[in-house]
């Protein structure tokens, strides 16, 4: 199952989530295609879909859920600059695609993002706090 030549597999999500964090215009176009036109249910129906529409589910879930948790870190004693985190924790189209692979593949990212500083790299994505439509700025989530 793909869309535009990305497929929606387990690999293409993964792929597709790190090309979003790396701004290729591409790839972004696919997340918003997936997003604006509610795509994931209909590729459901076709053959090599199935799950696909329970991805959206929790997709949409994950997306809904973002700013009430990224407000309640702050509430509760977020850093003293919190318009700049604030800014940081921004939903932005890296945000959506990793709130993708988290509602496609929840054991392994979890997994992936609860590992700790020996397993964080260099290439793990960090919302942009720059302008809208401009490439992501990368660092490690891990400090």
Request: glycine share 10%; aromatic share 2%.
């Amino acid at each position: 199952m793909s869309h535009h030549g990305v497929p929606l597999d387990t690999l293409g999500i993964r792929q597709l989530a790190e090309a979003v964090a790396d701004g290729d215009t591409e790839a972004r176009a696919v997340l918003a295609d997936l997003l604006r036109h509610e795509l994931l249910p209909l590729l459901a129906e076709r053959p090599g879909g199935a799950g696909l529409d329970e991805v959206h589910q929790r997709w949409q879930e994950h997306r809904a859920a973002w700013r009430p948790l990224t407000d309640e870190i702050l509430s509760r004693g977020g850093p003293r600059d919190r318009g700049s985190a604030r800014a940081r924790l921004r939903r932005t189209d890296a945000v959506d695609a990793m709130l993708l692979r988290l509602a496609h593949e929840p054991g392994r990212f979890t997994a992936e993002l609860t590992r700790g500083p020996a397993r964080c790299g260099p290439d793990w994505p960090r919302p942009s706090t720059g302008t809208p439509g401009s490439p992501p700025i990368r660092t490690t989530p891990c400090g």
